[in-house]
């Protein structure tokens, strides 16, 4: 293992940024519950307002639409249990939609997305009329960009089509700030998540954004905390750090151009070391960070575990299931073939990185993929 690493999986949890972590040690020392209406309490509270904020200034929402929670997967999950009939839902959404929208007994209706990474609109249409002329009570989610492929979503077209149809549209919008412009207010979407640790945030804290006037049941009761949505005392300092990431990310001009010219550099790169090389996605409007490469012949596995001996982190697939490398769920709803789903993987960069970890990745690919590698 060499001493410098360089770490390119920021769409699996971007690196704390110092605000983040200052704003985290100062709320560790504001002792007392949120809850409490003594001072210590109304300080903590502060904090808490503060971040809802900051929170809802970098999306475009008003703070009474902010719930934080746990994470994207536990809001996630909150949406998909609030009761419906029947779920449409774009087959290459997170796992974190999938699962709950499998398992909680509403006809689900999963919407394909072909080989461009892009979910079908005529296919959004159709299971929406359908499902609205059944009279059942129906959810429309679909992501705002691919954590996979980074490829974008026709979200504001989905929200037409669900206006239409008086359906409410569930946005999972993890992968977006920081990287495109999210508001919420504009975007059409009844429900919309987010999640801290992918722009710089703490892991184990994010928040449900419900609009105003959308009634959803919550998930986690007992207390009165987020107005009721979402109970149990508040990761203070969790969400301190997240308000600091989201007033950082939203001061930022600039660097979601520079990170997309390095991604550029880096598959260009990769191309001409690895003339077999595909990059799924790659005609599609994409997040600029983020890049997914298959090398067909090759496992995925073993790229990520030789690219990690020469120093360099990536990932294949989802990393959020116990470190293992499966298969990858996002690139088989694409209906890709198996060379290509077996040898993908993802890298994904951050507003730190550099120049010079671009070098090292393209260095340290050279050996493990490249030319004389395949020859070896
Ligand atoms: N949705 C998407 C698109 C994601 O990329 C992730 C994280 N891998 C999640 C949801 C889950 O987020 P969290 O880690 O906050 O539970």
């Known amino acids: 293992m060499t001493a410098t690493r360089t770490y390119l999986d920021c769409n699996a949890s971007a690196p704390l940024r110092p605000a983040a972590r200052a704003a985290m040690l100062a709320a560790h020392d504001a002792i007392g519950n949120p809850s409490s209406v003594h001072a210590e309490g109304r300080r903590a509270r502060a904090i808490i307002d503060t ?13 009474s639409e902010v719930v934080f929670a746990s994470g994207a997967t536990e809001a996630n999950n909150c949406v998909m249990a609030a009761g419906w009939e029947a779920i449409c839902v774009s087959a290459i959404e997170h796992d974190s939609v ?5 398992a909680c007994g509403a006809r689900l209706i999963e919407l ?11 296919a959004v249409a159709d299971a929406l009329a359908h499902a609205a002329a059944s009279g059942a009570r129906t959810l ?8 996979e492929t980074g490829v974008i979503q026709p ?14 549209l569930h946005v999972d919008a993890v992968q977006g700030p920081g990287r495109l412009p999210v508001n919420f207010a504009e975007l059409g979407a009844d429900a919309l998540v987010v999640s801290a640790h992918k722009l710089g945030g703490p892991r184990g804290v994010g928040a449900l954004i419900v609009r105003d006037g959308v009634n959803l049941p919550a998930l986690i009761r007992g207390g009165g905390q987020e107005r009721r ?3 149990g005392t508040e990761n203070v300092a969790g969400i301190a750090g997240f308000g600091a990431a989201a007033a950082e990310v939203a001061r930022e001009t600039g660097v979601a151009a520079r990170i997309e010219v390095l991604r550029d550099r880096l598959e260009a790169g990769v191309t001409a070391a690895t003339p077999g090389a595909v990059i799924i996605g790659g005609n599609a409007p994409r997040i600029g960070n983020t890049s997914c490469i298959a090398v067909p012949g090759k496992s995925a596995e073993t ?12 990932s294949a697939g989802a990393a959020c299931s116990s470190g293992k490398v499966g298969a990858n769920s996002v690139l088989e709803a694409m209906g890709l073939p198996i060379d290509i789903t077996h040898s993908a993987v993802r890298v994904s960069l951050g507003p730190e990185t550099s120049e010079d970890d671009i070098a090292a990745f393209l260095a340290a690919w050279e050996k493990v993929a490249g030319g004389a590698a395949l020859a070896a």
């Open 51 to 63: 971040a809802r904020e900051q929170v809802a200034a970098l999306i475009g929402a008003k703070p």
């Open 98 to 102: 999938l699962a709950p929208a499998r």
């Open 112 to 122: 394909p997305a072909g080989a461009g990474g892009i979910v079908d609109l005529p």
């Open 140 to 147: 429309l989610s679909v992501m705002l960009a691919n954590n």
């Open 155 to 168: 979200v504001a077209q989905a929200a037409e089509l669900a206006r239409m149809h008086g359906v409410p």
């Open 229 to 231: 949505r979402r109970c």
């Open 303 to 314: 790229l990520v575990i030789r690219m990690d001996l020469e120093g360099v982190a990536i």
